[in-house]
DNA sequence: GGAGTTACGCTACGGCTCGTAGCGAAAGCA
DNA sequence: TGCTTTCGCTACGAGCCGTAGCGTAACTCC
């Protein structure tokens, strides 16, 4: 496994939007940003059109008009293309204030679930989790490149509501740390599960159970007063 | 895809546990009920040391000590396949009776996270249900074999909370029914999550934690009384 | 017991994808 | 003008896919 080209054969500190690498690598001709926005949306097509298993490395590349050694030299291959791909999608979710906890919970519940009615979304995310649970490096991506990234909505929307005491505030930093992990796995979680598995659409019926059942538990009334 | 040979080419009626085929095929030779447990078998064991992409049919032939057309006179695939062995491992949930609603849910939750702590689960509920998402008879075949094999639970314990009383009885069927859903998409869910995304045990003190919010809400006092 | 039917093991095959090597040319920087 | 890095292109061995074909084994019905 001695690579003799040129090119680095890796780019492991290889993050995504390639132009903000600040460091190294300041001689010779940089690579085109052009390329690198073709590729991922051609691998987003190509999800849509193919699939996971059926999608190629050279399929992609054709479609990006570029070499599949380019797509070799950019990427260590098909799990972490795909992971920079699909992680493009998620950068548009956002909290706007609806003016209580709950029709906060709603809105962006709903902006996740419009990401994951996208076929790219589906069959990409799932993917690659699943290869991730034999890739510790590949979880890793995973994490930095999507999930923390987005536990900053848990974050903003649980300020938000202490500061209009829906919330009672949280002196424990770790109990507070541990309390976010947990409202993210359930979220998350069940828009995944329900869109993904039950094969159901989570609409906005849907999400108004859910809330409901987050904020007031299920011993609660089943129908609000 | 016009088959010549004598073999049925897909078997599409063929459930799991294929001693249980009561109708048709009365004649000829039985297929081996010994070799499809074998094949299951090596499907897991490759499952834990290859994983979802690196999961060949004839690597799996090799280790049950089949021929590989047996495989594929079996199951149309490597997906369907994957489908099967994995099942098999969530036929061992039960809902032993722990004396209340939330004793209950803490122990069938643990039993799930168990299974899903094993590589051979991880890796291949997830690839399959990220292939679903682009067919669907294979969803269907999740949906069938899986989900709604273990939704059993849910019922149950439902219906046990509302003798004790703890849940309030339910006259509307459809909103029942709907209930039912949105617990199954928030249990597992969650569970796999944190298991698979977050890559964190879902131990004792999650489930925990979990449990409280599922039954109370978040609104409740973060701790217990 | 024989005939008919189905499953099995085995071999072989074309076709596709993989991931890499090697080359000359292009695009920036000193 | 050199130096460095990336690019497109071609070619290649290797591996897996899914199926065909054949002879044999196992079971049922007559």
Request: hydrophobic letters at 45%; glycine letters at 8%; proline letters at 5%.
């Amino acid at each position: 496994m001695i690579s003799l080209t040129t090119d680095r054969p890796v780019s492991p500190g290889y993050r995504r939007a390639m132009q903000s690498r600040t460091p190294a690598s300041r001689t010779g001709r940089p690579r085109s940003a052009a390329a690198n926005a073709a590729i991922l949306a051609a691998t987003r097509q190509a999800l849509v059109e193919l699939g996971w298993s059926r999608l190629t490395l050279g399929d992609v590349a054709v479609r990006a008009g570029v070499a599949k050694t380019t797509l070799y030299r950019r990427w260590a291959g098909k799990n972490e293309l795909v992971v920079d791909a699909v992680a493009e999608l998620f950068d548009e979710l956002s909290l706007p204030d609806r003016g209580s906890l709950a029709a906060d919970i709603e809105g962006v519940v709903l902006q996740f679930a419009a990401i994951l009615a996208r076929p790219e979304a589906r069959s990409g995310l799932m993917a690659v989790v699943a290869e991730s649970t034999r890739d510790e490096a590949l979880r890793e991506r995973i994490r930095a490149s999507i999930v923390d990234r987005q536990k900053r909505l848990v974050l903003a929307g649980r300020a938000r509501a202490q500061e209009r005491g829906e919330l009672p505030p949280e002196p424990d930093a770790g109990e507070a740390a541990r309390t976010v992990d947990l409202i993210f796995d359930m979220v998350a979680g069940a828009v995944v599960h329900r869109t993904l598995v039950s094969a159901e659409p989570a609409d906005e019926e849907w999400v108004h159970g859910f809330t409901r059942v987050l904020l007031s538990g299920l011993a609660a009334a089943p129908r609000p007063g």
